[in-house]
């Protein structure tokens, strides 16, 4: 797919949520596996913000080994590869630990060109975050963390989603999904889709009363829609 043609489709799928592009990639067949999506809602920080939609830097967060010295190969990593990009973190440090995002961590990705992270760590500094940059999280505390990346550019699990770097991810206040990329071209006429079969069984429910023959119209009219 040229470039611009994958910018202009990224850019179109973050006016639709989440949850109908799951529902779209249901009606194109492929069905979301296993692992394809979170099975938790993470605390969002802003809940009224656009879907991000990108491709994913992975990392793990734990203990910092002895002689660690920063996370500077990490962030190397963020600047590198094809923009858009969310990082996708996997916490495996001791949650009583605290959050390793806060305001520093979010500016700092922000800053390598990042739209946000989903992660099963905390998160804190909850009035300092960048609000373009979108923050799914396992928790909110308000202590600094120890942890350190340990890893990244490799596969991760978080929250049950199962995500390879450069996977594409979109996510919102609901939580994440790995786009498969065999469906992407035709996400777009597959959210029409559902959308159009939905129409009908919304117009009926809310017309004001809604009768049996009423929603046996309705869904016929849908299974109707091609």
Not at 22 to 49: D, N
Request: glycine share 12%; net charge negative.
């Amino acid at each position: 797919m040229a470039d611009d043609v994958l910018d202009a489709l990224l850019s179109h799928l973050k006016a639709f949520g989440t949850p109908t592009v799951c529902a779209a990639v249901e009606a194109l067949g492929g069905g979301l596996q296993e692992g394809g999506f979170t099975l938790s809602q993470p605390y969002c920080a802003f809940r009224h913000m656009d879907p991000v939609v990108g491709f994913a830097r992975t990392a793990v967060l734990g203990r910092a080994p002895a002689g660690h010295d920063g996370n500077l190969a990490y962030y190397a990593y963020l600047a590198q590869g094809r923009h858009p990009a969310v990082a996708v973190v996997q916490d495996r440090g001791d949650a009583a630990s605290g959050a390793f995002w806060g305001e520093a961590e979010t500016a700092i990705h922000r800053g390598l060109g990042l739209l946000g992270c989903v992660t099963d760590g905390g998160v804190r500094d909850l009035g300092a975050i960048d609000p373009r940059f979108q923050v799914l999280a396992g928790r909110v505390c308000p202590n600094p963390s120890p942890a350190a990346v340990v890893g990244f550019d490799g596969p991760v699990e978080v929250f049950g989603m199962k995500v390879a770097p450069g996977d594409l991810i979109h996510a919102d206040r609901h939580g994440a999904v790995v786009v498969p990329r065999e469906h992407l071209a035709a996400l777009p006429e597959a959210i029409d889709l559902c959308r159009r079969r939905e129409e009908p069984l919304l117009r009926a429910a809310r017309a004001g009363s809604l009768g049996l023959d009423d929603l046996r119209a309705a869904l016929a009219e849908a299974r109707a829609v091609r």
